[in-house]
């Protein structure tokens, strides 16, 4: 069964209060394997900063960021993502490159995070993001340097709804 299919599964468990499985943690690396594949949900993506100060949680969306317009603080597209691996306390993660976002004029932005945006339909939607532990400042010259990674949640099981 395809990722997107999965997720859906599993988005239709937690809102109907249905059965969930735990998946194994080779499942949770072939999941994330599936979701890097050209066409699926982790596939094209675009990088953002945000300069509003909003917290992330399950039913943020696009609208409710407002990206850096400083040059070189804007939104740029992700790179390929490495291969799915499992981290030392069993959380199964996929990492991209990292991106460089240097500023390349004045500016008093403060940025409190990044977001991961895909294009779905023409209509640009929210995939994943993080909160930075405290905002800062990029002046003009200086860089910030973002490894974007997303997983599967904790302990390298994914929730999904049973057959």
Known sequence: MAAAALFALRDRALREGGPLITLTKQSALDQLADLVKTGDWLDALTIHLFVN??????????????????????????????????????????????????????????????????????????????NFPNPVGIPNGRAAIIVPRYSTPSLGSAALVGP
Do not use: C, H, K, M
């Open 53 to 130: 100060n909003i917290t992330i949680q399950a039913g943020t969306v696009a609208a409710d960021f407002t990206d850096s317009t400083t040059p070189g603080l804007t939104p740029v597209a992700l790179g390929a993502w490495g291969p799915a691996f499992v981290d030392g306390i069993g959380n199964a993660w996929v990492a991209a490159p990292s991106i460089e976002f240097r500023a390349t004029a004045d500016n008093t932005d403060v940025i409190y995070g990044y977001w991961v945006s895909a294009v779905v339909s023409t209509v640009v939607t929210f995939r994943f993001g993080e």
